[in-house]
Structure formats: structure tokens, C-alpha cells
């Protein structure tokens, strides 16, 4: 597939113009936040935005109608988040978010930094699509499936497998080693490019990355499987503290809330599962986020149905949809329609008005048939027609 325009990909230097307002995407690799950067975002939000932080399917931030985008930029700059203006949609980085602190065969926290200050610091870089993912997989095996395009797998505590286009290719590389080769990757995207927004859309182009760099590929290869354990409630931190897990209803974070998050004075990790982690706590702390946070909204049970429903944007910010996807999904899990186990018994292909939608296990709820924001893997859609919902 050649692409015949550039990616419009969203920055806070480019914003986008949503049918509400101009939107603003904030890069954050590794999904890591500060205290003090929770906070900005939250007051900008408020001050700047529509009063919510959104968190995408990358670990990133979104703002909606975006008031004053050069008070934005100035805010972001400031704390930290805007370190380079040429760059700025390319840092899509995402990593495990757990760790080095639960789990997982080695620790990527390192690499998250020094990827992207390394990327940052190539001038030909800049060049990537705003699309390009890189992922750094601790080798639990959570982010590789997210379908990235350039990224590394731990198959032991200083071994790494090269992905490419989500898959395997059998070369492997020492932990001081994978920068410089997701880097020369990187680079060998744009060599095989013709315009081309994803590596899986080159022919060949994973093979022809791996011939470019004169790499030799073993017989080994990691079986990269669909992983949805969202971190959910209270985790055992291998050091003796504790992280917790914390759904965020359709990702979408009210700045109040954001701001208590930010009062922990904890590090805070948004997940490619549009949640956060709050790690570092002591177990007093922890049960009093708990308790503070859970009534405000912030989910710690895995059993919630928030868990199981994601939706598009929806009216009023995409002028193609067809209806408020995301009040007719909170009337659905508040009307206890969102059921918790996928079963044969979800009505399928069949046109149904919003109040009549009952759907088990995992689903995604779309304004028009072009599903934006749907999960990898098994989960059921349900998008907008001009009769009602169809559940395929
Ligand atoms: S799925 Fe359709 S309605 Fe929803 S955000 Fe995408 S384009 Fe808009």
C-alpha cells in the first residue's frame, strides 16, 4: 500500500480539528508521568481544555477543545513533555508498564529513556510517520501484541528479540544493544519506504530491514499472543511496595481526579489499556488512594464491566458519527447490559436500537463502521447504523 498523503497525526505544535474543538496529542513514552507532570496536565485540562485528559491506546494524552494552543505548548514545554518540536509525533513509544517493579524477564524502564532521547537527537528521524510505534516488551508478552512496528522482546534478562511489524524475526540482540538497533531499524524504515505509514504495509519489508542491516536471523522465534490482563487493583511490587491498577472509565480522566492522582506524589504510568498504575506506594498509602479513588471513579476491581467496553469518540467530537457512542455505552454497563462473560448467547448481526444493546465480555462501540480505537484481538463490535446498533 503507498500512501499518497502524509499522516496527519495530531502534536500539540499540530493540532487537530475535531468536530468539537482543536484536539491535542501528547506524546509520553513508556506512558511515564511524573507527579508534577499529572498535575499540569490536569490544570491544563481544566484551564485549556474540556475538563478531561484523555489517555490513547499508545499510553499518550489527549486534550479536546483546546483553547489557547501556545499556553498549552508553553505548559508542556515547561514540564518536561515537549522536549523536542521536531520530533514530537514520533516519540510513540509504549513499554510494560509494570516493569521492574512486577514481574517480567528483564527491565526496560532504561530504554524507554534512552530511545527516546536517542531518536530525538537524529535528524533524519524526524521523517518517520506520526504512526510508527515502537514497543519494548519486558517478556511478559503485554505490549508485543499491541501490533507495533519496530520493537524488542525480553527472552531472558539480557536477551532481547527483534519484532518487526509485531513479529519475530529471530534476531537477537544484548540489552546495550537494542537501541542501536531499533535506531538502524528505524532508519531502515525509511529506506524501504515509498510513503508507507506502517511497516506491515511494505512488502517485505520486514525481511528487507533485516538484509539492509546485514543482520542474521537464528532459528528461535517468540510466539507473540493476544494479551488482555489489563493491571487491574492491588499489586505486589517485587521490591516490597505496592503498585495499583486503575481503570479509567472509556479513558477518559476528569482533571479533578487527575489532580488527586497527581497529590499522591507517586509515579504514574499510563497503559496502552487507556488505565493507569500508581506505583511505589506503601501499603497505608495504597489503601488510602483506594479509598479516596474509587468513589470518584477510578476502578480497582477487575470485575468491573467498565473493564470490558471501550468506545470511539463519538458525537460530538467526530463529525462521522452517527450517535453519542459513549452516553449510549455508559447507559448500557449503568443499565447492567455490559455482561461479564462472552457468551453464545450476544445477539449477533442484527440491527437493535441503544436501550436494547446487551452484550457479554469485551466490546467496542463505534460511531460508523470505521471503529477507530478498537482493541486488538477478540472483542465484539458494536457500531452506530441510521437504524441503531448493529453487534457483529
Ligand atoms: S469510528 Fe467513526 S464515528 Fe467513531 S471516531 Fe472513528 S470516524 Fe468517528
Not at 502534536?11 to 496529542?25: I, S
Not at 480505537?373 to 463490535?381: H, I, M, Q
Request: some cysteine; proline content about 6%.
Amino acid at each position: 500500500m503507498t500512501r499518497t498523503a502524509p499522516d496527519s497525526c495530531p502534536g500539540v505544535l499540530r493540532l487537530h480539528q475535531a468536530a468539537d474543538g482543536p484536539l491535542a496529542r501528547i506524546r509520553v513514552p513508556g506512558g511515564y508521568l511524573t507527579p508534577e507532570q499529572v498535575l499540569v496536565l490536569a490544570t491544563a485540562a481544566r484551564e485549556l481544555g474540556d475538563g478531561a485528559i484523555e489517555l490513547t491506546s499508545r499510553g499518550n494524552i489527549q486534550l479536546r477543545q483546546v483553547r489557547d494552543a501556545a499556553e498549552l505548548t508553553a505548559r508542556v514545554t515547561a514540564a518536561g513533555l515537549l522536549p523536542s518540536r521536531t520530533h514530537e509525533r514520533v516519540r510513540n513509544i509504549v513499554a510494560s508498564p509494570l516493569s521492574g517493579r512486577v514481574g517480567g524477564l528483564a527491565d526496560v524502564r532504561g530504554l524507554i529513556g534512552d530511545l527516546d532521547a536517542r531518536l530525538c537527537a537524529t535528524t533524519r528521524l524526524a521523517e518517520l510517520p506520526g504512526r510508527v510505534l515502537f514497543t519494548l516488551d519486558d517478556g511478559r508478552g503485554d505490549v508485543s501484541p499491541l501490533g507495533g512496528d519496530i520493537g524488542v522482546h525480553a527472552v531472558g534478562p539480557e536477551e532481547f528479540a527483534l519484532l518487526l511489524a509485531g513479529t519475530d524475526t529471530g534476531v537477537r540482540v544484548t540489552g546495550g544493544e537494542t537501541v542501536d538497533i531499533l535506531l538502524a531499524a528505524a532508519a531502515g524504515f525509511l529506506e524501504v519506504s515509498s510513503g508507507q505509514w506502517r511497516l506491515h504495509e511494505i512488502a517485505d519489508g520486514p525481511a528487507r530491514i533485516i538484509e539492509s542491516l546485514g543482520l542474521t536471523p537464528g532459528p528461535e522465534r517468540v510466539e507473540i499472543l493476544a494479551d488482555q490482563n489489563i493491571p487491574i487493583g492491588w499489586l505486589n511490587q517485587d521490591d516490597g511496595l505496592v503498585a495499583l491498577g486503575a481503570g479509567v472509565r472509556l479513558g477518559a480522566l476528569d482533571a479533578r481526579v487527575a489532580e488527586f492522582v497527581a497529590a499522591v506524589e507517586r509515579p504514574v504510568i499510563v497503559t496502552p489499556w487507556r488505565s493507569l498504575v500508581i506505583a511505589d506506594l506503601d501499603e497505608w498509602a495504597a489503601e488510602q488512594v483506594v479509598r479516596v479513588l474509587a468513589p470518584m471513579g477510578l476502578i480497582f476491581d477487575a470485575a468491573s464491566p467498565w473493564l470490558h467496553v471501550s468506545a470511539c469518540a463519538g458525537q460530538p467530537g467526530c463529525a462521522k458519527s452517527l450517535t453519542d457512542v459513549r452516553a449510549d455505552v455508559t447507559a448500557a454497563v449503568e443499565s447492567g447490559r455490559v455482561l461479564p462473560e462472552a457468551s453464545a448467547e450476544t445477539a449477533r448481526e442484527q440491527i437493535v436500537p441503544a436501550e436494547d444493546v446487551t452484550v457479554a465480555g469485551r466490546q467496542h462501540w463505534s460511531g460508523c463502521d470505521r471503529r477507530c480505537g478498537r482493541p486488538r484481538g477478540d472483542v465484539t463490535d458494536v457500531v452506530a447504523t441510521p437504524d441503531g446498533y448493529r453487534v457483529d
